[in-house]
């Protein structure tokens, strides 16, 4: 029997966490210059205590993909799988453990992925083949096949940097399926595409997949992931919960991804506006079923966003979508530095009785999310649907085929009084 063409052993990777002790945000110069002629030294040095904490974003990870395997990586935000993506791909040293790969590999872990901004795009085509180790006239050949995959003709000879978000993971996503790696690995950048580019990519990842090229594949589409997938690796806080296939690991994984109504952040996100807390509460009344949502976002700038609340079903497929501000830039958001809550509420009578998940995104609209909540939040219907009460979605791809007529929303907090 051959050799794994991906063998993870004993994989971990640990980073030093720094918490420096709580103090003043701003200072002034005289309150520097007070600081330095009490200590004598260090004037432009530490103004405070700090401590340093271990944590392991990957811990005793093991596991082995076979030569032409579609393999799934899934788990909840902080699980660790784009660390553990990045070590596969060579961008981040492992701590401890090893991983041989017995293949080139081919890359999109973020929007923009070896990509020189300088550059124009017909330029950086030719500079990521060399990078997978493509000599020149192998990228030529593909060259045509991967313009016409990215839809960027008209822009081919612009510097990337003057790119959407959208042209850039066009471009980005087709050089790394079209030059043909051996392993293809793949983070849940599609979700800044379009729904008709997110179709086509998955439609890609499909042929690659049956063209017997390996590849390894992170979303929290359930539905996609088995779909696409036919193993699953399911991490939790950093550790293999389970590896098996599929639809065993994506049930445990809604099975333990939501445990209630309400989402808390295990830790302070990196990110500069993040969802901090979110619940649910279902109302069934004589007017029908609604979903009531509070989500509590923090953020260091001030900034209008939407919320996107995306529901899915029992085995993880989407099946409808409650925008605020998506849509209709007079319902967006408006965020200052601090807190905010957000309360909104959706009409919910066209669910059927059921278990459900829901996911809350804080998103720049047509540009990119800041941050996405994957199903945190399980509710369940116990009315059913009166038949008939909701409208079709034009972009049903990923997000499911029924919108939640919005409601209402309010803001509270540093943005208090501004809503709907």
Known sequence: MSAPIIRVENLGKKYLLRHKEAGPRYRALRDVLA????????????????????????????????EGEVVGIIGRNGAGKSTLLKVLSRITEPT????????????????????????????NIYLNGTILGMRRAEIARKFD?????????????????????????????????????????????????????????LGKMNEVAKG???????????????????????????????????????NEYLATAASGAEYRRPRPGAKPIWVDRA??????DADGCRLNVTTEVVSDRAKSVSLDIRVFDAVGVAVAFAPVGSFDHSREIPLTPGRTRVCSSHDAGSLATGVYFL???????TVGYFDRVEQALRFEVHVPPAGGNYRRLQQAWGYGNVELPYREHRVEGPSAGVGA
């Not at 009490?38 to 596991?63: C, I, N, P, Q």
């Not at 401890?96 to 330029?123: D, K, M, Q, W």
């Not at 042209?167 to 087709?174: E, G, K």
């Open 35 to 66: 600081t330095g002629v009490k200590t004598g030294f260090g004037l432009f040095g530490r103004t405070g205590e700090s401590s340093t904490e271990e944590f392991w974003a990957l811990k005793d990870v093991s596991f082995d993909v076979n």
């Open 96 to 123: 401890a453990g090893r991983v041989t790969l017995n293949g080139r590999v081919a890359s999109l872990l973020e929007v923009g992925t070896g990509f020189h901004p300088e550059l124009t795009g017909r330029e």
């Open 359 to 365: 996911s809350v995104d804080i998103a720049d609209p």
């Open 279 to 284: 619940t649910v509460d279902v109302v069934e």
């Open 145 to 201: 096949e991967i313009v016409a995959f990215a839809e960027v003709e008209k822009f081919l000879d612009t510097p990337v940097k003057r790119y959407s978000s959208g042209m850039y993971v066009r471009l980005a996503f087709a050089v790394a399926a079209h030059l043909e790696p051996e392993i293809l690995v793949v983070d849940e950048v599609l979700a800044v595409g379009d729904a008709a580019f997110q179709k086509k990519c």
């Open 212 to 250: 017997g090229r390996t590849v390894l594949f992170v979303s929290h589409n359930m539905g996609v992931m088995q779909q696409l997938c036919g193993t699953a690796v399911l991490l939790d806080a950093g550790r293999v919960r389970v590896a098996a296939d599929t639809p065993t690991a994506v």
